[in-house]
């Protein structure tokens, strides 16, 4: 019988903790990561736990004024607080959790990791309720939320106007992938302060007509159906972020760029809907 660290979504999910590091992406303990398990994959772990008492049910905001209900008695596998991504491969049981749900959808209790102790990760709130949207709109598909630090699309929130057009503009007309892989764009959060009820609200809110959010001055959060497509999501829009702080630092004026007619042409040719009000 395997363990738990040996379930295909768990080895998935310490894959992309490390392609992350490795990218960069994690300073310290930056950045986090959440898989909404499915029911065979939490009958699957529940098998293996047998025997060993769940910790205390415990509040999932601190606050305790976070409700995700549409996600009642479902279970997660999440990084956790103050853990580093770096540690995630080598000592996984220490680093990330299998959380489940109450019915409610107000409470948590950590059924397998976090073995030394803590929480899971500050931005859970953020996290549950950013796949309670994606649950309800897609049924079931998007079940990945990935939030990282990278270090060009941070820099150009201090220069690009927070709007979500503005944004998905400036990030579209640096690659003719972009409208291929973000037809629909990109939202923007404001700054906030991280870690609450307040910027996971917003961010929910946006989650339901994009799949990637920037948080100003401070990251993205990718929402997606498989940790390939989250981590793909991630390191295109940082890739784009790049080429636009690179052409911004050579102090030249962009002489050419990808039109309007492009991006719909784009959206026509590998069936993207390009939103009228980024035109
Ligand atoms: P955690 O260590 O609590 O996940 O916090 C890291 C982070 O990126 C907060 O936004
Ligand atoms: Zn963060």
């Not at 080895?11 to 303990?29: A, Q, T, V, Y």
Request: glycine share 10%; with cysteine.
């Amino acid at each position: 019988m395997k363990s738990i660290p040996e379930l295909p979504f768990v080895r998935e999910f310490i894959r992309l903790c490390s392609i992350g590091d490795s990218l960069g992406f994690h300073e310290r303990n930056g950045g986090n990561l959440s898989y909404h398990m499915t029911p065979a994959e939490a009958s699957a772990a529940s098998a293996l736990l047998k025997g060993r008492p769940p910790c205390p049910w415990t509040d999932v905001d601190p606050k305790g004024d976070v409700a995700v209900p549409g996600l009642g008695g479902e279970w997660f596998l999440v990084t956790g607080s103050g853990k580093f991504f770096r540690n995630v491969a080598y000592d996984a049981e220490s680093s990330i959790a299998i959380c489940e749900l109450d019915q409610a959808g107000t409470h948590y209790r950590v059924r397998w990791g976090l073995c030394d102790g803590g929480r899971p990760t500050s931005e859970f709130s953020s996290h549950l309720m950013n796949l309670e949207v994606k649950d309800r709109l897609t049924d079931g598909k998007v079940r990945v939320i990935y939030h990282a630090h990278p270090a060009h699309l941070i820099a150009m929130t201090y220069v690009v106007p927070l709007k979500d057009r503005d944004f998905t503009r400036a990030l579209w007309n640096t690659m003719t992938e972009c409208p291929v892989i973000f037809p629909e764009g990109v939202g923007v959060v404001k700054w906030m302060v991280p870690g609450g009820r307040e910027v996971a609200v917003a961010t929910s809110k946006l989650m339901e007509r994009y799949n990637n959010v920037v948080w100003a001055h401070h990251g993205l959060f990718c929402a997606a159906d498989s940790f390939d497509n989250a981590m793909g999501q991630m390191e295109t829009i940082e890739k784009a972020a790049k080429i636009y702080m690179l052409v911004l630092a050579s102090g030249r004026k962009p002489l050419t760029g990808i039109t309007s007619k492009g991006f719909l042409a784009i959206g026509k040719m590998y069936g993207g809907d390009i939103p009228k009000r980024f035109l």
